[in-house]
């Protein structure tokens, strides 16, 4: 009997030494990253298979950049025909000098001879205008800023009581461009008040508007708004026939130059 007891003891000791071992192994396995868990979350913390995943830096969570505001960037502006522009030497101020681009898009700058500037922007106009002085300068340094530019502008043309070219300050519509023209005259066709709106340099898009039905239906959401450049024309008589575009010189026919 006291063999027995002696020999269950034994055993029980066996089973417990083999399970503390198996258990201290696994324990040491896991510290290794053998067979981690991955954390729930999947942002930080050991993967499956070993990888390890870490935190995006700032500004690089959806790879090189935001791709939400990747784009919206509001274009420079560029430079154009009559716009005025002053230029400042900080070390010659005997250079500095106000400039107005030509309609060839060059400008003449003092002794420097011509540069073109069209459809530069201000910071390239300067990059063309330090180039220009580098045979006369040592190392100039200029500063360029704009001092006028052609504001933005629509054309009434037609039956209204002050037909002419007016600024764009503000969100305006067809019936307010007329409106600020002097309003229709005794004469105007205005249900086939005619939007003229450039698509290029040689092509211009036409629309039609029934601007008697939208005011005395009060359908004035209809209304067109008014983008830089676009020509509104009210006619005395009824057009018969209006192609979708047409090109910029058949759209001059409708509005008067001796107007502007």
Not at 176 to 205: C, M, P, W, Y
């Amino acid at each position: 009997m006291k063999r027995l007891l002696i020999s269950a003891l034994f055993i029980t000791v066996l089973w417990i030494s083999q399970f503390c071992s198996a258990a201290f192994a696994q324990e040491k396995q896991q510290g290794s990253g053998g067979n981690s868990l991955s954390s729930p979350s999947g942002l930080t913390g050991a993967g499956a298979g070993g990888e390890v995943t870490t935190a995006a830096k700032p500004g690089e969570a959806d790879g090189p950049g935001n791709p939400v505001l990747r784009g919206q960037g509001r274009p420079l502006y560029r430079l154009r025909p009559s716009d005025v522009v002053e230029v400042t030497f900080t070390l010659s101020p005997e250079f500095n000098q106000t400039l107005t681009v030509q309609p060839d898009g060059y400008v003449n700058l003092k002794d420097a001879g011509m540069v073109p500037a069209q459809d530069l922007t201000i910071m390239d106009f300067r990059d063309a205008v330090r180039q220009a002085y580098l045979g006369y300068l040592h190392d100039p340094q200029v500063a360029v800023a704009l001092k006028d530019f052609e504001h933005p502008f629509f054309i009434v043309g037609g039956e209204v009581g002050r037909p002419g070219k007016y600024e764009l300050r503000s969100d305006t519509t067809v019936a307010e461009a007329v409106q600020i023209a002097g309003g229709l005259t005794s004469q105007a066709k205005h249900s086939q008040v005619v939007l003229f709106r450039r698509v290029d340099n040689g092509l211009v898009e036409t629309r039609l508007l029934n601007l008697k039905k939208m005011l005395k239906e009060n359908g004035l959401k209809e209304d067109a708004h008014l983008r830089p450049g676009d020509m509104v024309f009210v006619p005395q008589n009824a057009i018969s026939k209006l192609a979708r575009f047409i090109t910029r010189p058949g759209a001059s026919m409708y509005v008067n130059p001796a107007q502007f």
